[in-house]
């Protein structure tokens, strides 16, 4: 068994996000995707993003608006969103307090 | 964009453990792995279990001591643990109050 704590793990700023990026434990050979966490403040949004890789996110702290080309949800703690690849999406935590905290799995789409 | 909403998804009761397995969805063919969200009562304990598959799974909610052939660790909400092929584990929410919520991901070895 392993442990990954997101309270330790090496972080760095990417615009107003802290990105914590699963390279660090060198597992990429046991599992069948990368992973991160990341952390939006209170307030903030991230930067519109779009990659070619799947996206599967859970929420783990406060609350998620994503915003894509079909639209903005909210997605509460506990809850996942997928993003499909080549789809623009920004994710915004409207929390005047708490911290959005999400784990991101990703994958090239022909891995699956 | 999909959204997928614990609070709302088909589960079962194994033993004691609530679980909502992701084939509900039908994106198996999408993501390289098998995904579920399960639920450990104040209190209680998952049954031993053991696997061939590999298994990470993120706390979401309360906070978990994860017990295996290598010892026992708190995984505090946010953090995850990567369970290793046929190791055998149990999971223990040690909370009087607050229930214990895990997204686990797993997938065959030879899958990675």
Chains 1, 2 share one sequence.
Do not use: C, K
Not at 79 to 108: C, G, K, Q
């Amino acid at each position: 068994m392993r442990v990954f704590d997101n309270t330790t793990a090496d972080a760095d700023w990417v615009a107003d996000i802290e990105v914590a990026r699963w390279e660090q434990y060198g597992v990429g050979d046991s599992m069948p995707f990368n992973a991160m966490w990341y952390t939006v403040r209170p307030g903030s949004t991230s930067p519109a993003d779009r990659h070619p890789e799947v996206e599967l996110s859970i929420v783990v702290q406060g609350s998620a608006v994503v915003s894509s080309d079909s639209g903005s949800v909210v997605v509460e703690r506990g809850a996942a969103f997928l993003i499909e690849s080549d789809e623009t999406h920004t994710v915004e935590n409207r929390s005047f307090a708490t911290p959005l905290l999400v784990f991101s799995a990703y994958w090239m789409p022909g891995n699956a």
